[in-house]
């Protein structure tokens, strides 16, 4: 199979992946639906007091599952996103601008303390190339693993010409997380931890031909390296619809990370 034949394949793989667990996962929540509406109204209100609790955490774990079925679906294909991903120009300033804008909406509406800001240094746009998709896995990837820690966590996104650095004030990395991040080193503690996240976010800075490194000071410090900024006149345009859908895309991402997320800590 030639190069070219072998990157269709990988994309077909990863997009197929996606798409059979978004079926069955889709089958599930109807199926979920039609379960609770029997409970609402066939039941009498103790056995519904009863039984509540367990369909709640149907609904849980399917959130969990679900996220869990796009990320397996990205690391199947980890290590050769590379050869199919195809930067793009984009005004990374501008994705993140909205990507703080519906962060911020979502965690009231999930009551979450956390605060996130973004700083730009006077900057308007910040032109570079990478994938509003893989951007997005990046950002909720990171922002899951700084929740994770501490739900009151703040956030900070800081760019500068040619660089984005991620920031929290959280416990920062452990040596062995800085190096599965920079060298792809599996220690025994985070085999035994398991997770995706932090290969991931390696992996999605990879693809988009972005350089990482690990800053050192209190929190966690991750430093992007943009790849040189493209001509503004060599910007996509998208389309009034695809910038709704993108925008829908993005926010159902951070919904689910933040359900997981309250999720998991209502079951501690």
């Known amino acids: 199979m030639d190069r070219r034949n072998e990157d269709t394949a990988l994309l077909a793989l990863r997009?197929?992946?996606?798409?059979?667990?978004?079926?069955?996962?889709?089958?599930?929540?109807?199926?979920?639906?039609?379960?609770?509406?029997?409970?609402?109204?066939?039941?009498?209100?103790?056995?519904?007091?009863?039984?509540?609790?367990?369909?709640?955490?149907?609904?849980?774990?399917?959130?969990?599952?679900?996220?869990?079925?796009?990320?397996?679906?990205?690391?199947?294909?980890?290590?050769?996103l590379h050869g199919t991903c195809v930067p793009q120009p984009i005004d990374l300033l501008g994705q993140l601008r909205e990507f703080c804008s519906i962060?911020?909406?979502?965690?009231?509406?999930?009551?979450?303390?956390?605060t996130v800001t973004l700083q730009?240094?006077?900057l308007d746009v910040l032109p570079t190339t990478g994938d509003v998709s893989l951007l997005n896995g990046l950002l909720t990837n990171l922002v899951s693993n700084t929740l994770a820690a501490d739900r009151a966590a703040h956030i900070m996104l800081l760019c500068t010409p040619g660089r984005l650095c991620y920031r929290d004030n959280g416990p920062g990395l452990p040596p062995d997380a800085a190096a599965l991040l920079t060298e792809g080193q599996w220690s025994e503690r985070l085999l035994h931890a398991g997770g995706l996240g932090?290969?991931?976010?390696?992996?999605?800075?990879?693809?988009?031909?972005?350089?990482?490194?690990?800053?050192?000071?209190?929190?966690?410090?991750?430093?992007?390296?943009?790849?040189?900024?493209?001509?503004?006149?060599?910007?996509?345009?998208?389309?009034?619809?695809e910038r709704l859908a993108d925008r829908q895309n993005r926010r159902r991402l951070i919904r689910r990370e933040l359900a997981v997320l309250v999720a998991d800590t209502s079951m501690q």
């Open 103 to 114: 962060l911020q909406e979502e965690a009231a509406q999930y009551a979450l303390p956390f």
């Open 15 to 80: 997009g197929g992946l996606r798409g059979r667990f978004r079926r069955s996962f889709d089958s599930m929540e109807n199926a979920f639906e039609v379960l609770q509406d029997r409970l609402r109204h066939a039941v009498n209100p103790a056995e519904r007091a009863e039984l509540m609790p367990l369909l709640e955490e149907l609904q849980t774990q399917l959130i969990c599952l679900r996220r869990l079925g796009d990320q397996a679906s990205d690391a199947a294909t980890a290590a050769l």
């Open 198 to 241: 932090l290969p991931l976010v390696a992996a999605y800075t990879s693809a988009m031909g972005w350089a990482l490194t690990v800053g050192e000071g209190p929190g966690m410090s991750l430093q992007f390296t943009l790849p040189a900024a493209p001509p503004l006149d060599g910007m996509v345009l998208t389309s009034p619809t």
């Open 120 to 122: 730009a240094d006077g």
